[in-house]
């Protein structure tokens, strides 16, 4: 039997210059090149990942970071469900930028997956930025760093299935919520068998998430 595949658009934003196109290349066709091709509009590629026992079709769109924040037009972010915010280690401006970066994309999409990369680890030697200062700016936005290098494919995949299984944790939460207000019997202080099911899953749904929610203040590095 035919089973329908579940998609799942992914943002990935960012200063120009920072990689992104390239990691959208790497991730979806292991491809790299150190050429500099700017992208212009807007453009974006397919790749089927396998994520537990899932597999989920990913649509990773790609934008111009030189069109900035302000002029990327709404379509682009309508209906994703995760994003990575893109910096390079030897642009200092690219990393100011991020709380621009995830703004926008709370603006837009509300608060979906997101994580930020850290990439061209490779010039670390040229770098424009302390970890430390990366750490804090990550602690800040309450995001999940990971710190890359698309040249060598280092942390590529990883970044793209933390976002999916973030992205189904939030899910998960919704579903929880919209069970709990849609299934209490009005006007009873009786339960159906049904809403009863119903919220004694919700409640351990809930439990299982608490238990694997990391701290608020936690950010995890990821190397
Ligand atoms: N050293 C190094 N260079 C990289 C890495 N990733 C990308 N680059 C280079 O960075 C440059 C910009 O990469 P792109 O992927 O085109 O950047 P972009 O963010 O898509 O740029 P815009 O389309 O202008 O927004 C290219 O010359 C890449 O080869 C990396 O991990 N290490
Ligand atoms: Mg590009």
């Known amino acids: 039997m035919l089973q329908s595949q579940r998609g799942m658009k992914v943002l990935v934003v960012g200063s120009r210059c920072v990689g992104k196109t390239c990691l959208i290349k790497q991730f979806c066709r292991a491809t790299y090149s150190d050429e500099y091709t700017k992208t212009m509009g807007v453009d974006f590629m397919e790749k089927v990942q396998r994520v537990g026992s899932e597999d989920v079709k990913l649509m990773l769109w790609d934008t111009a970071g030189q069109e900035g924040f302000t002029s990327i037009t709404r379509s682009y972010y309508k209906g994703a469900e995760a994003a990575v915010l893109v910096f390079s280690t030897t642009d200092r401006a690219s990393f100011e930028a991020l709380p621009a970066w995830r703004d926008k994309v709370l603006d837009e999409c509300g608060d979906v997956a997101m994580a930020l990369l850290q990439n061209k680890v490779d ?16 602690r800040r936005l309450n995001l999940c760093l990971y710190r890359g290098c698309v040249r060598e494919d280092l ?12 992205a189904d944790k939030k899910a998960n939460r919704k579903a929880s919520k919209y069970v709990d207000s849609s299934e ?8 159906t068998p049904r809403a009863r099911l119903s919220m004694s899953e919700s409640i351990r749904n809930q439990t299982q998430q608490k238990k694997q929610q990391p701290k608020k203040d936690l950010v995890c590095l990821l190397m």
Do not use: D, R
């Open 123 to 138: 010039l670390i030697e040229q770098s424009a930025v302390s970890s430390e200062e990366v750490e804090a700016m990550a």
């Open 184 to 191: 209490k019997p009005e006007n009873s202080g009786a339960m």
């Open 155 to 166: 942390n590529v995949e990883s970044v793209f299935t933390y976002l999916v299984e973030l």
